[in-house]
């Protein structure tokens, strides 16, 4: 998995294909979903999932200075999940982010799946989302306020 992942990065750095959909009508980035992938074409194969809560703990770095990119925040959420098990109630497993190479990996990826209203909505709430690592690209949705 972290030589998907490191794929990504290199189909990253090459270019990639971003596609962002509304979900639902009205208010909010609930039901917002962003997905990036490397190359042109769909999403391949999916290789897991997991849901977490971007709480307070996941918005601060060891120093407890904010972090202020939401693809930070959601790499720090596995961090404190996998490295230092500061867990929320909402936070699920994921079976390959167990290590600081590829939340660092991850890190550099994710950021793709985010446009500027999922960006804003991570960086200044705690949304619950839904993260999807596919063999090509990474999906991201905010699932809950």
Known sequence: MIAAL???VVGVLAGVVVAVQQGGAGAAPVGRRGITTFGP?????????Y???LSAADHVDDDGD????????LARDRANYHLR????DEDGYDPELGTAEAVTVFRGVVG???????RA???????????????NGVGVEIIGP
Do not use: H
Request: aromatic share 6%.
């Open 6 to 8: 490191v794929l990504i």
């Open 41 to 49: 074409g769909a999403k391949g194969a999916l290789e897991f999932a």
């Open 51 to 53: 849901r977490a809560r």
């Open 66 to 73: 904010a972090l202020v990119d939401a693809a930070q925040i």
């Open 85 to 88: 098990f500061v867990r929320d």
């Open 112 to 118: 793709g799946a985010l446009d500027g209203e999922m």
């Open 121 to 135: 909505a991570i960086v200044g709430g705690t949304p619950l989302v839904e993260v999807e690592v596919y063999d």
